[in-house]
């Protein structure tokens, strides 16, 4: 599945993107290392890497859905595709190019139809993308789950690398769930609640730690 993976590796596929880096970074690794000893080792191994994010709402949105259920790979291949028929990623010609050439990407039939959907939202103005960034992440990801295609993940994603919110703790991802199990509990399973309790150290920088724990699993974000 490609999950935050993929999302990590878009600043890297969409060179046109200005870097767009969260403010709070050094001052929430220094907090982590200094209340948690599992982040005191693995935050220094990465260096300066930190979380880059990506300024278009419409277009995080779309690689998400782009991303769900695949390997990072296709993905990858799908989003290409998609880049090359459409380069300005905009919901306008994202609905101009249509059904029949979005599924020529690669996209399944059900793909299709939440990217055209995701388009109309945002052509229509069904959504209010430019009061996001004042409004609560729980709010954000209740308007973002009306569209459809967009999960809690695909919302939490955005709040994550759109919105660039410090201290969201993505339960669903896998990747999140498989670092707190081999860095915290020595590869054994690891159930929500573990989750959450061991997450309840990271407060309020929750996004940052889950970011370590990603590269954890894959230490350059490609």
Not at 8 to 16: H, I, V, Y
Not at 52 to 70: E, K, M, N, Y
Not at 109 to 134: G, M, N, P
Not at 213 to 218: G, N, V
């Amino acid at each position: 599945m490609a999950l935050s993976k993929d999302l990590a590796g878009a600043d890297q596929a969409l060179p046109e993107a200005p870097p767009y880096v969260p403010a709070y970074w050094a001052e929430a690794k220094a907090e982590l290392m200094g209340r948690d000893r599992i982040m005191n080792k693995l935050i220094p191994q990465f260096g300066d890497l930190q979380l880059r994010g990506h300024p278009d709402p419409f277009t995080t949105l779309a690689r998400s859905i782009v991303g769900q259920q695949v390997t990072v790979k296709a993905a990858e291949a799908a989003w290409t595709r998609l880049r090359t028929l459409s380069p300005k990623m905009t919901p306008a010609q994202i609905l101009k190019v249509g059904a029949a050439e979005l599924a020529a990407c690669g996209l399944s039939k059900r793909k299709t139809e939440y990217i055209l959907d995701l388009a109309d939202h945002f052509k229509a103005k069904r959504v209010h993308a430019d009061q996001w960034s004042q409004m609560e992440d729980e709010a954000v990801i209740a308007e973002l789950v009306q569209i459809r295609g967009i999960t809690r993940w695909t919302a939490e994603m955005f709040l994550i690398f759109n919105l660039l919110r410090p201290n969201v703790l993505p339960l669903d991802d896998p990747g999140l769930i498989q670092g707190i199990s081999q860095n915290y509990f020595s590869g054994e399973p690891v159930s929500r609640s573990d989750a959450r309790e061991v997450a309840a150290n990271w407060e309020p920088w929750r996004t940052v730690a889950t970011w370590y724990l990603w590269r954890s699993l894959d230490p350059i974000p490609v």
